[in-house]
T-cell receptor, first 117, second 114 residues
Framework: GENVEQHPSTLSVQEGDSAVIKCTYS??????FPWYKQELGKGPQLIID?????GEKKDQRIAVTLNKTAKHFSLHITETQPEDSAVYFC????????????????FGKGTLLTVNP | NAGVTQTPKFRVLKTGQSMTLLCAQD?????MYWYRQDPGMGLRLIHY???????AKGEVPDGYNVSRLKKQNFLLGLESAAPSQTSVYFC?????????????FGPGTRLTVL
């Protein structure tokens, strides 16, 4: 099955700096790669996703890049702010045994990002 | 819309006790999922459902059962709780769509088994 590795497990940056979180995946059939942000005491929330037919996607201060050949994708946060402090999860899809287009997400183990004022 | 709700928010059980966690969604999603989150382990899929009346095993199904009798509800049961099931449990739901794959998560249930 799919295996998703995420690094680093913790990341501390100064406000205004950039933060980069990297993930690798194992299943070459994966074609959907979302990133989730989890604030303390809450459930994860989707912040950005990318499909295998594009190499980069940007939404204001966050961007995601995908290298299908190397099977890795990264989250980039620029001009970090204290409210960016949270746990970030990457994920990759893999198709379910039920067949068709049904799939599940395999998550990385998470990165605790701390933005220091 | 309330989105995805979970009850209860917190629960403490003794080893061997049983309980049911309830997940409800009001977005008419076909897919529903139960995950557990443990420190350093990320989110691991316990069971999932691709529609009303259907359920299937995920990565870590042992010790859990599920039911989806109504489209909007997905129940997770622990028949005989063990300390290894101490965790935070998240329910999620999503559309069945090639183009809209976002999973919406509930706020979680923190379960402690003594």
């Amino acid at each position: 099955g799919e295996n998703v590795e995420q690094h680093p497990s913790t990341l501390s940056v100064q406000e205004g700096d950039s933060a980069v979180i990297k993930c690798t995946y194992s299943d070459s059939a994966s074609n959907y790669f979302p990133w989730y942000k989890q604030e303390l005491g809450k459930g994860p929330q989707l912040i950005i996703d990318i499909r295998s037919n594009v190499g980069e996607k940007k939404d204001q201060r966050i961007a995601v890049t995908l290298n299908k050949t190397a099977k890795h994708f990264s989250l980039h946060i620029t001009e970090t702010q204290p409210e960016d402090s949270a746990v970030y999860f990457c994920a990759a899809n893999s198709y379910l045994p039920s067949g068709g287009s049904n799939y599940k997400l395999t998550f990385g183990k998470g990165t605790l990002l701390t933005v220091n004022p | 819309n309330a989105g995805v709700t979970q009850t209860p928010k917190f629960r403490v059980l003794k080893t061997g006790q049983s309980m049911t966690l309830l997940c409800a969604q009001d977005m008419n999603h076909e897919y529903m999922y139960w995950y557990r989150q443990d420190p350093g382990m990320g989110l691991r899929l316990i069971h999932y459902s691709v529609g009303e009346g259907t359920t299937a095993k995920g990565e870590v199904p042992d010790g859990y059962n599920v039911s989806r009798l109504k489209k909007q509800n997905f129940l997770l049961g622990l028949e005989s709780a063990a300390p290894s099931q101490t965790s935070v449990y998240f329910c999620a739901s999503s559309y069945f769509s090639l183009y809209n794959n976002e999973q919406f998560f509930g706020p979680g249930t923190r379960l402690t088994v003594l």
